[in-house]
């Protein structure tokens, strides 16, 4: 089945470390996304990628990093730099033209404890 | 200024009822326009797309989109409790894909 895959589904760290969140796609999508979810504020972009070795910074980068090496699989690492990391992340890819819908995988809650 | 503005709701109807929901946006380049139903802690998936102004109808769901008004609309008929989540509209252009904050939707039966 094609989709887009993301793990964990749940994530606990500990305040100053760095943690990496999973995300894989076989829908041989060209971009790939990652938003950041918090309660009442819908979601937010982090990084986009529209080709392997290329991404972008969205609204709210900082604290954040990610890799685009390969085309399936679009790594996000969360770092003791971000002040406010709790929150559900989720990952989504698009065909970069014609079609345009974008598709999500099923999400990771990350809590700081 | 967001750049698109959705109410967050919660909007409560009783099953059966139509439900109209509704996202204003300000960027004119936005030519691509979806909404996304979501169910607590899973990620969105697509209900609908559309890249004309006028309607687009799908079983009980119809989208709606005027971009002279920069105005797009969600019509649910005879909503059911199933129907019951969070309804994200989302816009795109280029690889660029802004969401609006997401209206909690709850049918009671």
């Known amino acids: 089945d094609g989709g887009i895959t993301q793990s964990p589904k749940y994530l606990f760290r500990k305040e100053g470390q760095n943690v990496t969140l999973s995300c894989e796609q076989n829908?041989?999508?060209?971009?790939m996304y990652w938003y950041r979810q918090d309660p009442g504020q819908g979601l937010r972009l982090i990084y986009y990628?529209?080709?392997?070795?290329?991404?972008q910074k969205g609204d709210i980068a900082e604290g954040y990093s990610v890799s685009r090496e390969k085309k399936e699989s679009f790594p996000l690492t969360v770092t003791s730099a971000q002040k406010n990391p709790t929150a559900f992340y989720l990952c989504?890819?698009?065909?970069?033209?014609?079609?345009?819908?974008?598709?999500f995988g099923q999400g990771t809650r990350l809590t700081v404890v | 200024q967001k750049e698109v503005e959705q109410d967050p709701g919660p909007l409560s109807v009783p099953e059966g009822a139509i439900v109209s929901l509704n996202c204003t946006y300000s960027?004119?380049?936005?030519?691509?326009f979806m909404w996304y139903r979501q169910y607590s802690r899973k990620g969105p998936e697509l209900l609908m797309y559309?890249?004309?102004?006028g309607n687009k109808e799908d079983g009980r769901f119809t989208a709606q989109v005027d971009k002279s008004s920069k105005y797009i609309s969600l019509f649910i008929r005879d909503s059911q409790p199933s129907d019951s989540a969070t309804y994200l509209c989302?816009?795109?252009?280029?690889?660029?894909?802004?969401f609006g904050a997401g209206t909690i939707l709850r049918v009671k039966s």
């Open positions: 990628s529209q080709i392997v070795n290329d991404f």
């Open positions: 989504a890819s698009s065909i970069a033209r014609g079609n345009t819908e974008a598709f």
């Open positions: 829908l041989n999508h060209d971009a």
């Open positions: 559309t890249y004309s102004s």
């Open positions: 989302a816009m795109k252009y280029g690889n660029k894909l802004v």
């Open positions: 960027n004119s380049a936005f030519q691509y």
